[in-house]
């Protein structure tokens, strides 16, 4: 009897769409995962580190391209080995996922936070700016550590906020345990920026500064603990070169004392890449400000009337953007982090902006609806003619349809369309910002979706990585010059290195940019060595214009000293 007079909690059916709605597009994103291949320095460095893990069981430090030390910490690549045991080896997608399920958890915890606070509307508001900002989504596709950071520190400041409303009660053990993660993904910031927002947030509501530093030790010193651990780790098996890495990295870089001081820029630089990294939002944010700018000129103001979870997100981003605008070297992803809490304060605005947007917009994603509910018709008459005993006729163009988009990937792609029209409101009753919502996820997914794999294709070092293994004996080492080849690494396993122009020798391999093959000949030919080219890649390898040059090097006599120059 008691039983029965027990209510249950209504279900909130905004939230299970949402829910459902995140599913739908976390499905869509994997399935062009892995589609676009490595064209650029940065995902294939992280790939190797995680290939080297598999190949050498060590996974602590292992030594990658001839004998290099890794310069992050490990956990993004124990992640993305972990996930080649689910994708029958290690590949784009498996190296790739870390960072989706990491964007992926951070857009729901923030969706969760911003609910209880605000409401659906404006969470929902705040995702959708947050997952179609241009860095943010970028970085969400890519192999590189950076995701994985962003997603780790925006929980450990979500924690810190929880923290501060339950009164510091405990030790703080969510913020210690996400600190910990960020730590072991990009090094010590990940424990720097949680303790300096909580350590300015207890100062700005006048905690006792003795209370706050006993806080704020216990939870940097058990957040260090898994880091420490693995840098003790790493210097019993690789040395100094491990330590001087990480001093590198962490000391050198901050301070500016790099003698290559890579990625240059001024102070002010990551505050401007903010107005191109977070478009398309960039231009309601400004058209919304240039009609209100008084809490410009008076912050004072706006902090006062602000709610908490606003101040918090405000302070965030404020030591985020400051804090890696010290150092000299900047890269714009550097500032994911602040993203998150950057939505947070930019949804309403956007949202009031968007409301009173006339009807053309929805008329056009009216269209774009119908368009793709007829899309999703035609991959539907595509898996029936393809699985269904029907005319010869048909199946074969159903086949054709699927050597472009494979089976797979239609039945997936039918269902998120099927998301997108599910409600009625996508098809009768528009509003204004759930056709912004159907317009500008269609152009994303297009993007990533077709302009992404096509842009890798031209550019991928994939294609002459097959050149390698076929002109080069197995076991013959390779060497690169004045730049490192990730991707034909990763590509033909074959562990290369790179090697100074007065190191090398006769009848060593070498692979470089073609427009560095002349320079390469004088300093050859006062040791009696030349150059002389094997092959050269089809296209243009990683940046337009740049040609690969595979060649060996050669000794040159007297009386032929033109033979060895290379071919063109």
Wanted: some cysteine; hydrophobic content about 55%; charged content about 15%.
């Amino acid at each position: 009897m008691v039983a029965e007079n027990i209510q249950r909690a209504p279900i909130d059916r905004s939230v299970v769409q949402f829910y459902l709605w995140a599913i739908g597009v976390l499905l869509l994103a994997m399935v062009w995962l892995g589609s676009a291949e490595f064209y650029t320095r940065g995902e294939p460095r992280e790939a190797i580190v995680a290939q080297a893990m598999l190949e050498t069981g060590n996974f602590v430090s292992p030594r990658v391209y001839g004998d290099r030390v890794p310069s992050k910490p490990p956990l993004f690549h124990w992640l993305a080995a972990a996930a080649s045991v689910f994708t029958s080896g290690l590949n784009e997608f498996s190296v790739r996922l870390p960072s989706l399920l990491a964007a992926f958890v951070a857009t729901l915890a923030i969706f969760i936070v911003v609910k209880r606070e605000y409401g659906h509307a404006r969470a929902l508001a705040t995702v959708f700016m947050l997952v179609t900002s241009i860095e943010w989504f970028r970085s969400a596709v890519v192999a590189r550590v950076d995701m994985l950071l962003a997603c780790c520190l925006t929980l450990a400041f979500l924690a810190g906020f929880r923290w501060q409303q339950d009164r510091y009660r405990g030790i703080g053990w969510p913020v210690i345990i996400f600190s910990a993660l960020a730590t072991l993904t990009k090094g010590p910031v990940g424990i720097a920026l949680p303790c300096v927002v909580l350590a300015l947030w207890q100062l700005l509501h006048r905690e006792p500064i003795l209370s706050i530093g006993k806080r704020l030790l216990i939870v940097a010193f058990l957040a260090v603990i898994p880091y420490l651990i693995w840098v003790v780790a790493g210097v019993v098996m690789n040395g100094d070169a491990l330590l001087s890495k990480l001093l590198y990295e962490n000391v050198a870089r901050f301070t500016g004392t790099t003698e290559d001081n890579p990625h240059s820029h001024s102070f002010v630089y990551l505050w401007l890449t903010l107005l191109v990294g977070f478009l398309p939002w960039t231009v309601a944010a400004l058209a919304q400000w240039m009609q209100s700018t008084k809490w410009l000129w008076h912050p004072t103001q706006w902090w006062q009337r602000a709610n908490p979870l606003e101040r918090y997100a405000a302070l965030i981003v404020v030591v985020v953007v400051t804090f890696f605008s010290i150092p000299e070297s900047k890269r714009s992803v550097y500032l994911l982090p602040a993203y998150p809490f950057i939505s947070l304060l930019l949804a309403h605005s956007v949202l009031s902006i968007v409301d009173r947007v006339p009807a053309l917009l929805i008329v056009a994603a009216r269209i774009a609806g119908f368009l793709s509910l007829a899309f999703g018709l035609f991959l539907a008459a595509t898996i029936v003619a393809r699985l269904l005993p029907i005319d010869g006729f048909i199946q074969a163009h159903a086949l054709s349809v699927h050597e472009v988009i494979g089976l797979e990937e239609c039945v997936i792609l039918l269902v998120g369309l099927l998301l997108l029209v599910a409600r009625r409101s996508y098809l009768q009753r528009f509003q204004p910002r759930h056709a912004m919502y159907a317009l500008l996820g269609g152009l994303f997914l297009m993007g990533y979706a077709v302009g992404l794999p096509v842009t890798a294709a031209m550019l991928s070092e994939r294609d002459f990585a097959s050149t390698l293994s076929a002109r080069v004996p197995q076991g013959s080492p390779i060497y690169s010059v004045d730049n490192e080849f990730y991707a034909l690494n990763f590509y033909s396993r074959r562990g290369m290195a790179t090697k100074e122009v007065d190191a090398l020798a006769a009848d060593d391999f070498v692979v470089l940019f073609l427009d560095k093959a002349d320079a390469l000949q004088e300093p050859l030919a006062t040791r009696a060595l030349g150059y002389r080219e094997i092959e050269r890649s089809s296209r243009y390898v990683r940046d337009w214009g740049r040609v690969l040059s595979l060649g060996r090097i050669e000794r040159i006599s007297e009386d032929q000293p033109e033979s060895m120059r290379p071919l063109h």
